[in-house]
């Protein structure tokens, strides 16, 4: 299997600021790999897929990039509903696989 | 707009099946382009794919569940449903019903749950 390792676990900030996530494959997925949104109590909501289109309705302030192994997801502006966990999950095999989530609060 | 939801028992015994089942409404289940999948969440955890149902019955299951894991559709109730025999309290978890998509870039296209269930609590105790 395909493994997705995000970093960090955990991040707190500000409203306004603006945040990096990491998500690392353990091989080569291309630009297979999506992001989710999930807020307390919620089921998870597609943000991004192909690393870096937007899902429609998605806040222009969320952005994803990277390629290969690396990817990121930048949040600029954070607005109060943006403090959530953030999965990202790799679709590169049949086979798919999620990282262990990104929990962001507000500091 | 399509919507999903889970149904089920919350509390299911050590040893028995794990039976689950997601009415698709606002669209149909039989649609050429999309799998129908199953992702559970254990308390605290991340997510964890559990297997995908294609509308003709073809099905994909994780290597760590398939030996337990049955995922079947019912194309005239427009429904999906799962099974998992021999439970543990390792299978205890919120489980979510998926619609898995294909949207494109830059001519690629990319699979991706792009709509999914409100999700179930199911606990496995005696």
């Known amino acids: 299997d395909i493994q997705v390792t995000q970093s960090p676990d955990s991040l707190s900030a500000s409203v306004g600021g603006r945040v990096t996530i990491t998500c690392r494959a353990s091989q080569d997925i291309n630009y297979y790999l999506n992001w989710y949104q999930q807020r307390p109590g919620q089921a998870p909501k597609l943000l991004i897929y192909a690393a870096s289109t937007l899902q429609s309705g998605v806040p222009s302030r969320f952005s994803g990039s990277g390629s290969g192994t690396d990817f990121t997801l930048t949040i600029s502006s954070l607005q109060p509903e943006d403090f959530a966990t953030y999965h990202c999950q790799q679709s590169f095999g049949r086979a798919v696989t999620f990282g262990q989530g990104t929990r962001l609060e507000i500091k | 707009q399509v919507q999903l939801q889970e149904s089920g028992p919350g509390l299911v015994k050590p040893s028995e099946t794990l039976s689950l089942t997601c009415s698709v409404s606002g669209g149909s289940i039989s649609s050429s382009s999309y799998y129908w999948g199953w992702i559970r969440q254990s308390p605290g955890k991340g997510l964890e794919w559990i297997g995908n149902v294609y509308y003709s019955g073809h099905t994909y299951y994780s290597p760590s569940l398939q030996s337990r894991l049955t995922i079947s559709v019912d194309t005239s109730r427009n429904q999906f449903s799962l099974k998992l025999s021999s439970v543990t309290a390792t299978d205890t978890a919120v489980y979510y019903c998926?619609?898995?998509?294909?949207?494109?870039?830059?001519?690629?296209?990319?699979?991706?749950?792009?709509?999914w269930g409100q999700g179930t609590m199911v606990t496995v105790s005696s």
């Open positions: 998926a619609r898995k998509g294909s949207p494109c870039s830059g001519g690629v296209c990319y699979d991706a749950f792009e709509v």
